[in-house]
Structures are given as structure tokens and as C-alpha cells.
T-cell receptor, first 112, second 112 residues
């Protein structure tokens, strides 16, 4: 079966712009989580959505937001981009309470 | 607040020898622990997990040990192979909760 698909894979933005990243989970997975990976910081949890509702949230400013659609696809948005937002953004899907997440390949964002 | 810590950013071992990767956590509510492996340009892939009711779980060359009193877990790879060279992430969550927290990762290099 198809894995977790993230688009776009690479993108370059400038400071102050906004960006939207997309994630299509594995068919049947209703939980979608987002992580930010930067060198030395590992994977920082952004938020998790389940059945279109944000269920968990990490310690990121309000510029980071997300949503989930009825087909479980999810988007995350970062507004007013800062240089420090340059990172690999990873999406992962899972079934509720299954603990094991399946990750996509990520969207690499560069902010200039 | 880094609830999951991997204090060794890198580890180098000889092919055929044992690789030991360590992880510490601070949140006593965590009761499910996982290891993920990540190759460049790919998302992390699930490797092995352990529930807090166990102190050891083995899968082929990979064994995870959990010491709840010390809030410490380790991943043993025996024998190590060059294909094991990757970044290994330790992760933890409360059971039945997809809010998973990751460490910063340890880059393992297995030399032929």
C-alpha cells in the first residue's frame, strides 16, 4: 500500500512569507502528526490531528498551525517565516493509540 | 524541555562488533518506547519498540533494554553491519497516545 506522501519535497521562501505543506497519510490512518527536524534538535513535535481535530500540541508559536480534512489529509502552515524555520518538516500517520508512526520523506524548507 | 535525551551525537563501530545506543527520559508517564532509524533524504522508519511492562525486547540483531527505575533505555545491534549506518532516534510516548517525543538522534557509522 502507498506510504505517507508529503508535498512539496523542497521549497525556498523568504523571510516574512508564509508556507503550506501537505501530507497524505496511509489509507485508513486517521492520525497525522507533524514534526520539525533541525540539526542537533532531533524531531520536535508540532501537533497531532485525529478525525479533523487537533488532539495534541507541542511548544511552537502560533505562527505554526495545521488542519486535517475529512479524508485524513493534513496541511500545516507557517506564517511570517523566520530564518530559524528552515528545517525538514516530517509528517507521520498512524492509527489511534497504535504508538507506531509511519513517516513521510519530509518537506525541506529553506528560508532566506 | 527535552523529555527524551540522546547524549551521544555520534558513534563509530567496526563491522561485526556490537553497537550500543543510549537514551534517557525524564517523563515518568512515558510507558512506550521506540527506536527509529533514518537514512538521508528519507523519513524515519520504525525499528523496534518496548512497553514498560517489559525490560527487554529482541528482534533479530536488534535488542532494546529498558530500565524504568533509571529512566534509561538502550539499543543493541549485534553484529553491526555497514548497512546499519544511519541516524537512530529514540522516542517515547504514553501508551495509546500518538504524542510521541523524540531525542536528538545518534549518528551510527559502522566501518567495514
Amino acid at each position: 500500500k502507498a506510504g505517507v506522501t508529503q508535498t512539496p519535497r523542497y521549497l525556498i521562501k523568504t523571510r516574512g512569507q508564509q508556507v503550506t505543506l501537505s501530507c497524505s497519510p496511509i489509507s485508513g490512518h486517521r492520525s497525522v502528526s507533524w514534526y520539525q527536524q533541525t540539526p542537533g534538535q532531533g524531531l520536535q513535535f508540532l501537533f497531532e490531528y485525529f478525525s479533523e481535530t487537533q488532539r495534541n500540541k507541542g511548544n511552537f508559536p502560533g505562527r505554526f498551525s495545521g488542519r486535517q480534512f475529512s479524508n485524513s489529509r493534513s496541511e500545516m502552515n507557517v506564517s511570517t517565516l523566520e530564518l530559524g524555520d528552515s528545517a525538514l518538516y516530517l509528517c507521520a500517520s498512524g492509527t489511534s493509540g497504535a504508538n507506531v508512526l509511519t513517516f513521510g520523506a519530509g518537506s525541506r524548507l529553506t528560508v532566506l | 524541555d527535552q523529555q527524551v535525551k540522546q547524549n551521544s551525537p555520534s558513534l563509530s563501530v567496526q563491522e561485526g562488533r556490537i553497537s550500543i545506543l543510549n537514551c534517557d527520559y525524564t517523563n515518568s508517564m512515558f510507558d512506550y518506547f521506540l527506536w527509529y532509524k533514518k537514512y538521508p533524504a528519507e523519513g524515519p522508519t520504525f525499528l523496534i519498540s518496548i512497553s514498560s511492562i517489559k525490560d527487554k525486547n529482541e528482534d533479530g540483531r536488534f535488542t532494546v533494554f529498558l530500565n524504568k527505575s533509571a529512566k534509561h533505555l538502550s539499543l543493541h545491534i549485534v553484529p553491526s553491519q555497514p548497512g546499519d549506518s544511519a541516524v537512530y532516534f529514540c522516542a517515547a510516548s504514553e501508551d495509546n497516545n500518538n504524542d510521541m517525543r523524540f531525542g536528538a538522534g545518534t549518528r551510527l557509522t559502522v566501518k567495514p
